[in-house]
């Protein structure tokens, strides 16, 4: 809470809008994709296999034509992290099989042996989860927030024949998006006014837990409080307005599954497939 | 010589700086406050100006160009105590009504002064006092917050800020959405705090507002000031006013609507009252 | 209140609660400084438990969802494995429910009982942690015995509607702690062993639970208007 640290910036990936085959494609065929290669990522154990997966997807943010701004952007708040979880690995973590000499220590310290191979694995393990982060970021940059959200409903329609409301999820879903920066705003408002009424230092120490405790209530009860308020309004306006579910409703945005889709979809299977075999 | 309380010079400001949607809110504003006055700062809408109130008690600070001096404290200064700064400054910002938390009303309008270590009769009769201020009776010490009205919780809001008894009040927009009367006790408010010595810096957009309150006036346009001086120097320059996307008062519109069908009235008529003395003028001679 | 205005309020609920938790997920709002290792507990499985007691065990669930994808997409948190991040988090708001629907009609006799219940099989476990960590067996034992006693005093203090709101809060957040830390052992996820996994759990979920239960009892008591307290501390 130094200056009313901006919301403005919430730690969620941005759209960039250029005019990409990736940008053009279907938002259900997007996140189905996303889907097959996140699954492909997690599950690759050759060394050789999750390099290729990483290069695939940095070359995706070309076909997406984005500035190289947005790749760094998408990493530099996992950055830390990363760099702790790959010390880590390198201390403690297992070694990736099938290379057969590099077990042997380069590095021995007290407990701490450090091999070739442990330090192949901590760079697969960091390799993993930087594809990862890149390939949320990139969903995140070719797709606006209200074609991802009729992209999921459209996913979760077949639900609805199972007695599942997929639509209700997707309203949910929609709801929240489209009331988290209005919530922001009024989370910034609210930070803004109790700083303004709080003696002492702006930022306290971990150890002041009570009073910690104190100014983190002065901004989560009012801001629960602005979710209730609106949960009233919007529940009133919804039942002035006939809402009905999903029943005979039609979509503003109509999205269309082209050849571009059906590719991509068949790219991402197959990449799993090769995952899984290998 | 009154001294002046807040001296903004040349300040700038832009959201997000440093990350790919920077939005520059303010360029170059400058703002004077004197010792016990009501000063007001107007300007259309996304001028700047709840980002420049925001300087009186270091939410923002002066990063590279400007400076801002509040009871001579300079907050660009990383040393500056902003603690001790801000039980000076009473900042009540937009939507006020939102920053409450406690269950109940005391509670909520002792969170400020409970930190000045006070005895429990000095913080209730503190808390009571800035209560009547704006118009709550002891009776709402023990009601339930989150069941008043919008407009009675945005006066415990504003209790709240009033029971830390300020040295200088900032009302970013207090009347902004309330009814009449709501405004004319805000109006009585705000003359009761000048008479007891409070300097004040209002945010408005309503200029008959001003007019009858204010006694200095800065018009920020585009995240510049463009004007700053007495009420009725400032705010008799229409060409100005045109130019910085604000209208004239509703008197001086109907005065020059009069002047227009032929009946001479004087081009300083600002206020309902002043036009009113104006017609019996005229009708007079 | 009929069936649909119930229905959509539920909808309602969940998208706005939602939006808290991404909210409180993707902004420093939602971690509070505290003195353990990690240097912040987050607070973001809050609106989980809190959709769980206003709404029932459907709601707590959809919001839960909704948390374990935020932090699946969230950059800040590096493990993307959703056997760990997600599935776990989905009982959060479920168990907070059942455990306010459980305790909201019980007296102050049961909610004793069911306390020296949770002692004793807190003691028990620590009998077998001991075996193997012997000093962490007796931390362990130290800590329940010393909420027991902090717990009992302040049920005879406070009003058993309360204490309902607490428990829920303290189970929510014990779920998320131990399930996720569980998911994680078992994923062989980096540098998460199993002693790790404790040592974290205790220094880092204690907290945690410590921190729901206030803030869950400051929201339900401010906004449904619960709790025995009649007036202001002035």
């Known amino acids: ?278 | 010589m009154t001294a002046d309380v807040i001296r903004f010079e040349h300040l700038a400001w832009t959201f997000g700086s440093g990350t790919l949607d920077a939005q520059l809110a303010l360029q170059d504003a400058s703002l004077c406050v004197r010792q016990g006055e009501v000063s007001a700062l107007i300007g259309p809408s996304g001028a700047g100006k709840s980002t420049l109130v925001a300087f009186a008690n270091g939410l923002h600070r002066p990063r590279r160009t400007g400076q801002a001096l509040v009871l001579g404290c300079d907050t660009g200064d990383p040393a500056a105590d902003l603690g001790a700064l801000r039980a000076r400054v009473g900042l009540v910002l937009q939507y006020p009504q939102l920053q409450l938390f406690e269950r109940f009303v005391g509670d909520d309008v002792a969170y400020g002064p409970r930190q000045l270590g006070l005895s429990r009769p000095e913080l209730r009769s503190r808390v009571l006092n800035a209560m009547s201020l704006v118009g709550l009776g002891e009776e709402y010490v023990d009601r339930r917050t989150f069941s008043l009205s919008g407009g009675e919780m945005r006066r415990v809001a504003l209790a709240g800020v009033l029971a830390m008894q300020p040295e200088v009040l900032v009302l970013d927009e207090a009347t902004a959405g309330l009814d009449p009367a709501g405004r004319q006790k805000i109006h009585e408010l705000i003359r009761t705090l000048r008479a007891n010595g409070t300097t004040i810096l209002m945010v408005s957009n309503d200029l008959d507002q001003v007019a009858e309150l204010a006694d200095s006036v800065t018009i920020l346009s585009q995240g510049r000031t463009v004007a700053s001086g007495p009420v009725r120097t400032v705010l008799a320059d229409r060409e100005m006013l045109l130019a910085a996307g604000l209208a004239p008062t509703h008197a001086a519109a109907v005065a020059e609507e009069i002047s227009a069908h032929g009946v001479s009235l004087p081009g300083d008529v600002l206020t309902a009252s002043d036009l009113e003395e104006a017609l019996w003028q005229k009708l007079r001679r | 209140m009929d069936a649909q205005e119930r229905g959509i309020r539920r909808v309602v609920t969940a998208g706005l609660l939602l939006a808290v938790t991404l909210l409180l997920a993707l902004t420093p709002v939602g971690f509070i400084p505290v003195p353990t290792p990690a240097g912040s507990a987050t607070i973001a499985h809050i609106p989980s438990i809190i959709g769980g007691i206003l709404e029932g065990p459907l709601v707590g669930l959809i919001v839960s969802l909704g948390f374990g994808f935020a932090a699946f997409l969230s950059p800040l948190v590096p493990v993307k494995d959703p056997l760990v991040i997600i599935v776990p988090r989905l009982a959060i708001g479920v168990v907070a429910a059942l455990v306010y629907l459980g305790l909201r009609k019980a007296n102050k006799a049961a909610l004793l009982a069911i306390l020296f219940v949770l002692l004793a099989a807190v003691l028990w476990a620590a009998k077998v942690v001991s075996e193997v960590y012997l000093w962490l067996g007796i931390a362990i034992a130290v800590l329940a015995v010393g909420g027991v006693l902090a717990g009992g005093l302040w049920l005879f203090r406070g009003d058993t509607q309360v204490v309902g709101l607490a428990a829920a809060g303290v189970a929510g957040s014990l779920t998320n702690t131990v399930l996720v830390l569980a998911a994680a052992v078992w994923r062989q996820v980096a540098g998460v062993t199993a002693p790790v996994a404790v040592s974290i759990g205790l220094m880092q979920g204690i907290p945690e639970a410590v921190i729901s239960a206030i803030i869950v009892v400051a929201v339900v008591a401010s906004v449904r208007q619960v709790g025995r307290r009649r007036g202001s501390r002035l």
């Open chain 1, 1 to 278: 809470m130094a200056e009313a640290a901006s919301l403005r910036s919430v730690r969620l990936g941005r759209y960039w809008r250029t005019d990409s085959i990736l940008h053009l494609m279907d938002p259900r065929s997007k996140l189905v994709a996303g889907g097959l290669i996140t699954a492909a990522t997690v599950v690759a154990s050759s060394p050789w296999l999750v390099l290729m997966l990483f290069a695939g997807i940095v070359s995706l943010y070309m076909v997406a034509r984005l500035p190289r701004a947005a790749i760094l952007a998408a990493l530099r708040p996992v950055l830390p992290l990363l760099l702790v979880l790959g010390l880590f690995q390198v201390v403690l973590g297992g070694e990736p099989a099938g290379l057969g000499g590099a077990g042997i220590p380069l590095l021995s310290w007290g407990p701490i042996h450090v091999s070739l191979a442990r330090l192949i694995g901590a760079g697969l393990s960091v390799a993993r989860l930087v594809s990862l982060v890149l390939l949320a970021a990139l969903l995140l940059a070719t797709t606006t927030i209200s074609a991802l959200v009729t992209g999921l409903e459209m996913l979760l329609r077949p639900l609805n024949r199972l007695g599942l409301p997929g639509h209700q999820l997707a309203m949910v879903g929609s709801i929240a998006l489209r009331f988290m920066p209005i919530l922001a705003e009024g989370l910034e408002a609210v930070q803004r006014a109790q700083l303004a009424r709080t003696l002492g230092a702006d930022r306290l120490s971990r150890w002041q837990v009570a009073r910690n405790a104190r100014r983190t209530a002065a901004l989560i009860v009012p801001l629960f409080a602005d979710a209730f308020r609106r949960v009233d309004d919007l529940t009133t306006a919804m039942l002035a307005r006939c809402y009905r579910g999903g029943r005979g409703r039609t979509y503003y945005r109509h999205a269309r599954m082209g050849g571009t889709d059906w590719v991509a979809l068949g790219l991402a299977a197959a990449v799993l497939a090769f995952a899984l075999a290998f």
